[in-house]
């Protein structure tokens, strides 16, 4: 089992930043990989970033490559997503989320956890 928390949600004004941060306990096995997706109203869950906790390696989607970062502190066991330059579309609940795999969880098969989620809002 996993356990995931998320906080630092908010709301802002267009091209402003935010940082999120993923709190991670459990199996360590079922969460080498830990990313954040997000859902706006209306719409479906949209893959955002992922890291491979053991060593780093990062991947983004592409509308959110250059402005948003996705980071891990290991000695908090804690992932972070700072979001720079944010815009009206990026307006959504935000989750992490953790599987054992990357291309596990950036194509959402085998075992997810998720957390809670944490609202982000952007006006313009």
């Known amino acids: 089992q996993v356990q995931l928390v998320e906080s630092g949600g908010g709301s802002v004004q267009a091209g402003g930043s935010l940082r999120l941060s993923c709190a991670a306990s459990?199996?360590?096995?079922?969460?080498?990989?830990i990313g954040w997706f997000r859902q706006a109203p209306g719409k479906q869950r949209e893959k955002v970033a992922l890291?491979?906790?053991?060593?780093?390696?990062?991947v983004y989607a592409d509308s959110v490559e250059g402005r948003f970062t996705i980071s891990q502190d290991n000695a908090k066991n804690t992932v972070y997503l700072k979001m720079d330059s944010l815009q009206p579309e990026d307006t959504g609940m935000y989750y992490c989320?953790?599987?054992?795999?990357?291309?596990?969880?950036?194509?959402?098969?085998?075992?997810?956890?998720w957390g809670q989620g944490t609202q982000v809002t952007v006006s313009s």
């Open positions: 459990g199996d360590t096995a079922s969460r080498n990989c």
């Open positions: 989320a953790a599987g054992a795999t990357c291309a596990g969880l950036w194509n959402e098969y085998d075992q997810i956890y």
């Open positions: 890291i491979l906790t053991p060593v780093g390696t990062t």
